[in-house]
């Protein structure tokens, strides 16, 4: 369970730092991160992280694919989360 929890904190952390640095290289005119780079933080765990980047730096809020993808893939993997705790006694 300890692994579970660091990995989660780890993974929220690096995916409010990926938003941050694409909203940075938006502002700069620079090259950005993919787009699906982003998303896939919200499915493997860091949709936190993403919905709070999404939040508080206001990047990605008026792309549609990030307001429904994001939640989508957040609740995608609580249920994987959860369902991994209930299988394996986490």
């Given at each position: 369970?300890?692994?579970?929890?660091?990995?989660?904190?780890?993974?929220?952390?690096?995916?409010?730092?990926?938003?941050?640095?694409?909203?940075?290289?938006?502002?700069?005119?620079?090259?950005?991160?993919?787009?699906?780079?982003?998303?896939?933080?919200?499915?493997?765990?860091?949709?936190?992280?993403s919905l709070l980047a999404m939040r508080i730096i206001r990047h990605k809020t008026q792309k549609f694919k990030f307001k429904i993808g994001v939640p989508i893939f957040t609740i995608i993997s609580i249920i994987i989360i959860y369902f991994l705790i209930a299988q394996f006694n986490l």
């Open positions: 369970m300890k692994y579970l929890i660091l990995y989660l904190i780890v993974v929220n952390i690096l995916a409010f730092f990926t938003y941050f640095i694409d909203k940075k290289k938006a502002e700069k005119g620079k090259w950005r991160i993919k787009e699906s780079t982003l998303l896939i933080f919200s499915f493997i765990g860091g949709g936190l992280g």
